[in-house]
């Protein structure tokens, strides 16, 4: 069979772009077009190399690449592990489908460790747009927390000169607000929140609860702080140290008069970094 290595590597991008794109909906991870492209572009052009090099086809250099492809597309960040597992199986879905569809065509789809479709460009450029319009109708938010429901957005929350965007569950269930101010509150998983208050010079001490955390404080640091009361089911009440943040705003552009607190280490499996009932 003649192989045109073009065709290999666009067909290989797309097809790793789309599988990327799935694996972020699914995951709830962010995405920038941007690096999802060139991990696309990387994908294709590691089709073409194993199509050369048939050593670059097996098993484990295959899941080697699908991490490095992962690391292109996401870059190092909360929740990655689990973005790389849903790419693997969402790859492995699609490569099962394709030996079915080839063994039901009578000539293989597969080339080395890459998809082979011998269709013209604009058919996979159709293809690639269909399937991205579905992903972001079915997949958009993260798999646990509905299909088309909005239940996960971006908040962009700035304190001092450190501005964050984070990834926020809206849990209806939550009535947390700030005692004094009555302003609703946003969880943020501690990593997150500790990387906004150093906009304001305060370093979190894990080993402190939130009490001894205000006290520990400054007073110039101190003003800006406060503490939260909850209380969950199946826990005893407590305090969340929480904070005033300059400014916080939708991806709409609308701005929240809410405050920011200390939740724990990692929220959602790292599927999100922050929880709020607004």
């Avoid at 069979?1 to 065709?7: E, Q």
């Avoid at 205000?214 to 969340?240: D, E, I, K, M, N």
């Amino acid at each position: 069979m003649v192989v045109y290595l073009d065709v290999l590597f666009f067909t290989n991008a797309l097809m790793d772009f789309l599988t990327l794109l799935a694996a972020a909906r699914l995951g709830g991870m962010p995405v920038r077009r941007g690096r999802l492209m060139l991990a696309g572009a990387l994908g294709g052009g590691y089709a073409v190399l194993a199509a050369a090099l048939p050593a670059l086809a097996a098993l484990p250099a295959r899941v080697l690449a699908g991490v490095l492809l992962c690391g292109a597309a996401f870059g190092r960040r909360t929740g990655f592990a689990r973005v790389c597992a849903l790419y693997l199986v969402v790859a492995a879905a699609f490569a099962g489908l394709a030996a079915v569809l080839g063994r039901a065509a009578g000539r293989p789809l597969h080339i080395g460790a890459g998809y082979y479709f011998a269709v013209p460009l604009r058919v996979l450029l159709l293809a690639a747009a269909a399937g991205y319009a579905v992903s972001g109708m079915l997949l958009r938010g993260n798999a646990g927390h509905g299909a088309l429901r909005r239940e996960v957005e971006q908040l962009t929350i700035r304190l001092g000169p450190v501005t964050r965007t984070v990834r926020v569950l809206h849990d209806t269930g939550s009535e947390l607000a700030e005692p004094v101010s009555g302003r609703p509150a946003v969880v943020l998983a501690q990593g997150e929140a500790q990387a906004l208050l150093a906009g304001a010079d305060i370093r979190l001490d894990p080993a402190l609860d939130a009490p001894a955390q205000l006290a520990a404080l400054p007073p110039a640091q101190a003003r800006r702080c406060g503490l939260l009361p909850y209380h969950a089911v199946g826990t005893r009440a407590g305090l969340l140290l929480c904070f005033r943040p300059d400014s916080v705003t939708r991806a709409d552009g609308s701005a929240l008069d809410c405050v920011c607190a200390v939740g724990p280490p990692q929220l959602g499996q790292g599927a999100y970094e922050g929880l709020t009932g607004l």
